[in-house]
């Protein structure tokens, strides 16, 4: 049942909201769909999609996604869609 609703959830589209969540030391700022699924992240002044991270990257961004989930009060909205 859970997989279902999971699966559901991700074919839905949800809006145009998505979030942002800040990794100041790293100069990273990770981007999250309205389900708060990793769509991409701001390295260093430049934006790129999920498809365009490296293997290391996305590693390294799904564990924060993590943390990212216990700390959502440093989740900002983000208004617009980020470039692709």
Known sequence: MW??????????????KLYSYSI??????????AIFQLVGANIGGLYQ??????????????????LSFILL???YIVSTYLPS
Do not use: W, Y
């Not at 100041?24 to 769909?33: M, T």
């Open 49 to 66: 999609p999920l498809s365009g991270l490296s293997a290391f990257q996305k590693v390294c961004f799904l564990s924060t996604e993590i």
């Open 73 to 75: 009060s440093r989740m």
């Open 3 to 16: 997989e279902a609703t999971v699966n559901h959830a991700r074919g839905c589209i949800l809006g145009n």
């Open 24 to 33: 100041e030391e790293k100069g990273v700022v990770l981007v999250f769909d």
